[in-house]
């Protein structure tokens, strides 16, 4: 997994650099919007597999803990860009509370927090009132 995510962490960075340049160059409309998103989605990739190697307690060495701080920056944007949508959907979840009495948005809000924030998840033994 070391390996992979160190090829797909380069690629990020050299797809990204590569967009900008002809972007700058050659003008082309739209390319760096469009292209933007393969990129990040890549390096995010490359992050969650060094993360996935860590929760598993291997040693990741100086090596993984290069990739894992150099792909930080494309994991940062997706993680903002699906905590903002969680915000709106738990803004749309509050505002049918409001008018129905009923969280019709709940579970994915707090499937989606819990997710992304890294929160585990409860076990079989635990009290598990306070996901109702």
């Not at 699906?82 to 809000?109: M, N, V």
Request: aromatic share 12%; net charge negative.
């Amino acid at each position: 997994m070391k390996i992979a995510s160190w090829i797909l962490t380069i690629l990020s960075y050299v797809a990204g650099v590569t967009l900008l340049l002809v972007q700058i160059f050659f003008h082309v409309d739209d390319l760096f919007v469009n292209g933007l998103l393969p990129v990040l989605l890549v390096g995010f990739t490359g992050h969650i597999l060094m993360c996935v190697m860590r929760r598993r307690g291997k040693d990741i060495g100086k090596d993984g803990l290069a990739v894992y701080i150099l792909s930080f920056p494309p994991f940062i944007v997706i993680a903002l860009i699906l905590f903002i949508f969680l915000l709106i959907f738990k803004l749309a979840d509050l505002i049918c509370y409001l008018f129905s009495g009923e969280h019709p948005l709940g579970w994915l809000c707090d499937n989606g927090f819990r997710l992304l924030l890294g929160i585990p998840r409860a076990s079989t033994d635990s009290d598990d009132s306070d996901l109702d």
